[in-house]
């Protein structure tokens, strides 16, 4: 079984975390957070956190753990997620623009320049505007 860190505040942490556990426009993810390192300092157990504030034991764990990483400044902002990674090439777009003429044509409009390279007219539309073309 794996022991959970202790966290052990100084009175400037215990002190923010209270404001944002019971702050009125503080957003609800951080008065969570503010309340799992709360009751974590208090020496609790993940799962007595869990039940108290009807949440996974797992959460708990993360922002118990992240504190640890990056003390409350690693509450206020959730890490970054993996996206789609871009299928756009705007190099491809901007010299495909400036150097070569699409055929039966004199220049390129955005839906010829979109079936040409595989992508949406808005976004042929967005790199032009982007550049100036």
């Not at 039966?104 to 539309?125: C, F, K």
């Amino acid at each position: 079984m794996r022991v959970a860190q202790q966290i052990a505040l100084n009175e400037d942490q215990r002190s923010q975390l209270r404001n944002f556990a019971r702050g009125r426009k503080v957003p609800k993810r951080l008065v969570e957070r503010a309340s799992i390192l709360l009751l974590a300092a208090e020496g609790k157990q993940d799962v007595t956190i869990a039940e108290e504030l009807a949440i996974s034991r797992h959460t708990v764990a993360r922002w118990r753990q992240r504190f640890v990483e990056l003390g409350v400044g690693g509450l206020e902002k959730d890490a970054p997620r993996p996206g789609r990674t871009r299928t756009l090439n705007r190099e491809e777009i901007i010299r495909k623009t400036t150097q070569e003429k699409p055929e039966n044509a004199t220049h390129w409009s955005t839906r010829s320049m979109a079936r040409a390279v595989g992508i949406s007219e808005a976004s042929v539309r967005r790199v032009w505007h982007e550049h100036g073309l």
